[in-house]
């Protein structure tokens, strides 16, 4: 064995022996469980972090929650506890496929609301009725979605809304109330973005001051090295 494939290997391992394991913790509103444990070199580079996880590994309660996918965003680490903030989720590309029928109709519609306590998220529900349906009863229906989704997050601050949004909640009421336009075979919200909050806004503002700062200090470094030189050639 040659000494640059031994020596690549003695890096790689001494690579991983200074990265740190964190514990990835849900936000308050699903619990601060912790979901599974990340490799990081410093706390800083797990910050702003999206991790994906999906319902089941959240709630533990049901395993047909595994066809949901979950983002979470890193805002804090505090000892080995990376917190996080719910970014988004998604229904999965085989789940989203399997409700699609033929002679069936499916609603989608996108919403972007603010939550009572200033949260900005992007909602996309979804429904897909027994057969299909006029363009007038379409309407109809994505009008019920956008006057429930509203409705919900001028009441809710921002964990109860992903709660009921993510839990079935709010599906819930849509249907009950666009099952009166059209017979329905499925009503969810298929995904869900997060637009802005205000720890993220926070995080943005520390970072660039502390990516700022090491520029600046980089910028120092060379402007010392450089009139160093210049000392060295003028004696």
Known sequence: ?????????????????????????????????GLFEVPADSPEKLLKRVLEATLYDVTSENIRQQVIKMYFQVVAVEGNKAKTIFKGHEYSRDFLRSLVRR???????????????????????????????????????RKIM????ERKAKELNFGQFVQEM?????ASDIY?????IAPLRHVGIRKSKLLYAPELAQLEISTEHAIKTAEELEAEAKASSGEKEAKAEAS
């Not at 040659?2 to 913790?25: E, I, Q, Y």
């Not at 993510?166 to 709010?170: A, D, E, P, S």
């Not at 009950?176 to 009166?180: L, Q």
């Open 103 to 141: 002679r069936t109709s499916k609603v989608d519609g996108i919403f972007d609301v603010t939550t009572k306590d200033g949260y900005k998220i992007r909602v996309y529900p979804c429904a897909l009725t027994q057969y299909r349906i006029k363009t007038s009863q379409q309407k109809a229906i």
């Open 146 to 149: 956008k006057e429930i989704v």
């Open 176 to 180: 009950n109330e666009a099952k009166k």
């Open 166 to 170: 993510v839990l079935g909640k709010m």
């Open 1 to 33: 064995m040659g000494m640059s494939s031994r020596r690549g290997r003695r890096r790689a391992v001494d690579k991983w022996k200074t990265k740190r394991w964190f514990v990835v913790m849900t936000p308050p509103y699903f619990g601060e469980r």
